[in-house]
């Protein structure tokens, strides 16, 4: 079975100008997280998905951040326009859904955004 | 709110000595404890869990207890091999209900290197 799935894995680019990341969940998960992690730091969640449906975007800077998720399936991460201080690893998790109280979350590897 | 802290590192051991990472945290409600590990170049992999007080959660040799009266879920490995060396993340995740459900909070991660 597929991972969860990222791309692109690296990515430089300019300050101000736009980027976008993709994110494949693995097939039949309903939940889809996007976290941001900082260098020598631990995750931290920007937006989680149940289905289509963004359900907490709490930590989402809406300023410049957008994502989407369009037929509950894979989802897009955007930044416009981006700063210096976005350079870090964006990491993508989905769940499965099931009755207990807690829904293993499995990463993809991330992509590296730096931005100069 | 919910955190997580980990000991300081980076740890270097030599191989088949003894591990242990600390993690201490503070949460509203019941969390669930996570022990995730990311080898380099890939993305976060969920290690070991315990999801009550005085559970032993276990897998590849690591161990860790959930001690509620300590609060902590010390990462211990009784001999260490030159494989295991990556980032060990310690993880709550809490079902206090409102923005905590379905967010795993981390703490900044621990570099642990083995040398033969």
């Known amino acids: 079975e597929a991972g969860v799935v990222q791309s692109p894995r690296y990515k430089i680019i300019e300050k101000k100008q736009p980027v976008a990341f993709w994110c494949n969940p693995i097939s039949g998960h309903n939940t889809l997280y996007w976290y941001l992690q900082n260098l020598g730091q631990g995750p931290e969640l920007l937006i989680r998905?149940?289905?289509?449906?963004?359900?907490?975007d709490s930590q989402l800077p809406k300023d410049r951040f957008s994502a989407e998720r369009l037929k509950g399936v894979d989802s897009t991460l955007k930044i416009q326009p981006a700063e210096l201080g976005d350079s870090a690893v964006y990491l993508c998790?989905?769940?499965?859904?099931?009755?207990?109280?807690?829904?293993?979350?499995?990463f993809g590897p991330g992509t590296r955004l730096t931005v100069l | 709110g919910n955190s997580v802290t980990q000991m300081e590192g980076p740890v270097t051991l030599s191989e088949e000595a003894f591990l242990t990472i600390n993690c201490t945290y503070t949460a509203t409600g019941y969390p669930s404890l996570f022990w995730y590990v990311q080898y380099p170049g890939e993305g976060l992999q969920l290690l070991l869990k315990a999801t009550k007080a005085d559970d032993k959660g276990s897998n590849k040799g690591f161990e860790a207890t959930y001690r509620k009266e300590t609060t902590s879920f010390h990462l211990e490995k009784g001999s260490v091999q030159v494989s295991d060396s990556a980032v060990y993340f310690c993880?709550?995740?809490?079902?206090?209900?409102?923005?905590?459900?379905?967010?795993?909070?981390f703490g900044q991660g621990t570099i642990l290197t083995v040398h033969p």
């Open positions: 993880a709550l995740h809490t079902n206090a209900g409102g923005t905590s459900y379905g967010k795993l909070t």
């Open positions: 998790a989905s769940s499965p859904r099931t009755s207990g109280p807690y829904n293993e979350q499995f």
């Open positions: 998905y149940e289905n289509e449906e963004a359900v907490d």
